[in-house]
T-cell receptor
Framework: DQQVKQNSPSLSVQEGRISILNCDYT??????FLWYKKYPAEGPTFLIS?????DKNEDGRFTVFLNKSAKHLSLHIVPSQPGDSAVYFC????????????FGKGTKLTVNP | DSGVTQTPKHLITATGQRVTLRCSPR?????VYWYQQSLDQGLQFLIH???????AKGNILERFSAQQFPDLHSELNLSSLELGDSALYFC???????????FGSGTRLTVV
């Protein structure tokens, strides 16, 4: 049973446009959500996170939105740059600051010049 | 360089064999986590150690074991290897207890 789902395996956008990556979860105990970015031959790199007490968190070109009622979060990248091309993983953890992260399968983003 | 060092980067071994994967956390980090990424899968949590003690276990097979040493480096031991154990194994570290941590670049294990 997959508790964190990224239903789009891939996404392609033009440089300068907005990239929107989506993530759905089923476990209502999740209260902290993270996005990681992964380049080939490297480990995942933390990008941005959001607590369930918020519905939006922004860091430069990256914004994460959380809709708890829909159990849905999204990552917006504006404007998209070719260097953003990578695999993006959504991850979640349960209440109490659990150290265990549950990851989605990832979405491969390609930003075309 | 994330500061988390994993060795070896690549490992090819035969079914039935035993291997040891090594992880050195970032300086100052007390927690070490191990994750497995099989083909086209998300990362699966295996185990977490904090300052030498096991803190949490995920869906780790009985054939797998891990430990964290006094110098805080960690080893993941995989025995009686099967073809399905072929995967990327990531180690991550954090100062305290998660959930935001720093990953190493992984060890790619191929069982033939």
């Amino acid at each position: 049973d997959q508790q964190v789902k990224q239903n789009s395996p891939s996404l392609s956008v033009q440089e300068g446009r907005i990239s929107i990556l989506n993530c759905d979860y089923t476990n209502s105990m999740f209260d902290y959500f993270l996005w990681y970015k992964k380049y080939p031959a490297e480990g995942p790199t933390f990008l941005i996170s959001i607590s369930s007490i918020k519905d939006k968190n922004e860091d430069g070109r990256f914004t994460v939105f959380l809709n708890k009622s829909a159990k849905h979060l999204s990552l917006h990248i504006v404007p998209s740059q070719p260097g953003d091309s990578a695999v993006y993983f959504c991850a979640a953890s349960e209440q109490g600051g659990s150290e265990k992260l549950v990851f989605g399968k990832g979405t491969k983003l390609t930003v075309n010049p | 360089d994330s500061g988390v060092t994993q060795t070896p980067k690549h490992l090819i071994t035969a079914t039935g064999q035993r291997v040891t994967l090594r992880c050195s956390p970032r300086s100052g980090d007390l927690s070490v986590y191990w994750y497995q990424q099989s083909l086209d899968q998300g990362l699966q949590f295996l185990i977490h150690y904090y300052n030498g003690e096991e803190r949490a276990k995920g869906n780790i097979l009985e054939r797998f074991s891990a430990q964290q040493f006094p110098d805080l480096h960690s080893e993941l031991n995989l025995s009686s290897l099967e073809l399905g154990d072929s995967a990327l194994y990531f180690c991550a570290s954090s100062v305290g207890v998660g959930p935001s941590y720093t990953f190493g670049s992984g060890t790619r294990l191929t069982v033939v």
